[in-house]
């Protein structure tokens, strides 16, 4: 008596091969996918950090100016006269605006010192910088706070109105009397990619 035999199931090599043909394209797809979305969950985070940066700047800027000052600055040389306000074109590494504010909140007067402060912006390697410093009559041991506001920023254009007269530069040391401000300071700061930030400023102790 002869024991009958029983066919085995299993998968030819051809369907083997369209199984994985199969997995590899839905790998793929998954992958690019995933990196897809992660490609733009990255984007979104760095345009967020854009947009938070560009916000403090204009933040900052503005306040600056709204709290802007007559107070003279005391020239460290102690020869050159004294002025309340400089601003111009940048030139190399040099400020490009610089002034005496005011409003800076001392509670208690916790700490030695009054509350103004001299404040300049620089631009420095494609970098917006706004210097602090914690006295108004800074001297060169004098500390200063530093902080980067804006990155790839080409250029920095300002105008001074008065009267409904526009300068493009300002100083407040020759042709003004100290006790005379601008009325409204603009700030346009052109990036590297030629957009465009404008910012429009009323100035605080203004006569």
């Known amino acids: 008596m002869t024991r009958s035999s029983c066919p085995q199931a299993g998968f030819t090599l051809a369907e083997t091969m369209v199984a994985l043909f199969i997995l590899a394209i839905v790998s793929s797809a998954g992958a690019a996918l995933l990196i897809g979305a992660t490609s733009t969950s990255q984007q979104i985070r760095d345009q967020e950090q854009i947009t938070r940066q560009l916000d403090v700047a204009q933040r900052l800027i503005r306040q600056d100016i709204a709290e802007l000052s007559t107070r003279a600055i005391r020239p460290a040389d102690g020869f050159s006269p004294a002025g309340n306000l400089f601003g111009d074109?940048?030139?190399?590494?040099?400020?490009?605006?610089?002034?005496?504010?005011?409003?800076?909140?001392?509670?208690?007067?916790?700490?030695?010192r009054s509350g103004f402060q001299s404040v300049q912006y620089v631009l420095r390697e494609g970098r917006l910088i706004r210097e602090a410093s914690l006295r108004a009559d800074a001297t060169p041991g004098t500390p200063v706070s530093s902080r980067v506001l804006l990155d790839n920023v080409r250029t920095v254009e300002l105008g001074f109105v008065r009267g409904g007269q526009r300068s493009e530069f300002w100083r407040g040391d020759a042709g003004h009397a100290l006790e005379i401000l601008p009325d409204v300071i603009e700030m346009s700061i052109v990036f590297e990619n030629d957009t465009r930030l404008t910012l429009t400023a009323l100035t605080g102790g203004r006569i």
Do not use: A, D
Not at 96 to 101: D, G, P, Q, Y
């Open 89 to 112: 074109t940048p030139r190399g590494e040099e400020p490009f605006l610089r002034f005496v504010r005011s409003g800076w909140l001392n509670p208690g007067y916790i700490e030695p």
